[in-house]
């Protein structure tokens, strides 16, 4: 309860709160990348023009070598019990999330293509979606539903959106991502998430993708990098003390 719990005590809070605390999901995503794998270009969100319209960036791109690589949207809902085990998980919370974040990863590679956003993508670019929750993995059936109604979406909204920009999408819970960074390093935290979508990897988490691509070999063992200022991340922390009796 005092860390991804704390979810349900402040969902309710309105509007405010739940920007509030999808940007501090973000800002810690991009803040352990960067720790971890420093050697890679991190930018975060920026708006850009389309006329008439001003749009926003996905929450986090990663580069290499002048490129656009990886694409993050970062989702800070966790999914309702029905989401991840009811019968029909469609119409639960969080299920348009993941379908929205689907298609603003397109839209976005689509725009790159077109011109407007001032960015190349490289030609084995992916999205990520992250998440609070691991509600996809194992999830066949649920994966392919996302990506069929957001390619529905994409019709919908924005009929120049082709093929091409329907890159490959690895859905992403945040534990998953902790567990890989503390082992890879640049070229191997590109490459695991880029494997996730092969025929051998498919419905695997991106942290045992990564860790059968590194079996055998020497690779890093990271200490988490926040472990000496939890206070930050947690603001309660240092006032309870860190054995919970002050």
């Known amino acids: 309860r005092v860390t991804s719990g704390v979810f349900y005590d402040v969902v309710g809070g309105g509007g405010h709160i739940r920007d509030d605390y999808g940007r501090r999901f973000e800002e810690y995503c991009i803040a352990h990348m ?6 890679l270009n991190w930018e975060r969100e920026f708006k850009y023009r389309k ?8 929450d986090i791109l990663c580069g290499q ?3 656009t690589s990886v694409a993050f949207e970062c989702k800070a809902t966790r999914m309702s019990h029905e989401a991840m085990f009811g019968v ?9 999330d993941i379908v929205k974040a689907t298609f603003q990863l397109w839209r976005f590679f689509s725009h790159c293509r077109r011109g407007y956003v001032g960015r190349v993508v490289s030609n084995d670019a992916v999205g990520v979606v992250l998440t ?3 509600w996809l993995v194992m999830g066949d059936t649920l994966r392919k539903r996302v990506l069929s109604d957001a390619e529905t979406l994409a019709r919908e909204k924005d009929a120049d959106i082709l093929d091409v920009d329907r890159r490959p999408i ?6 998953e991502l902790e567990r890989t960074l503390s082992t890879s390093t640049e070229a191997t935290f590109m490459q695991a998430l880029k494997l996730c979508n092969t025929e051998k990897y498919w419905g695997w988490r991106l942290d045992s993708v990564h860790n059968d691509l590194v079996s055998g070999t020497k690779h890093p063992q990271r200490k988490y990098p926040f472990a000496k200022e939890l206070g930050t991340l947690l603001p309660w922390w240092d006032e309870m003390g860190r ?4």
Request: proline share 10%.
């Open 34 to 39: 960067q720790k971890s794998v420093s050697g």
């Open 51 to 58: 006329k008439p319209n001003t749009l926003d960036t996905p």
């Open 65 to 67: 070598n002048g490129k």
């Open 88 to 96: 029909n998980p469609f119409d639960a919370r969080g299920y348009r």
């Open 132 to 134: 609070l929750d691991n």
């Open 170 to 175: 690895v859905f992403v819970a945040v534990p």
């Open 243 to 246: 054995d919970g009796r002050k």
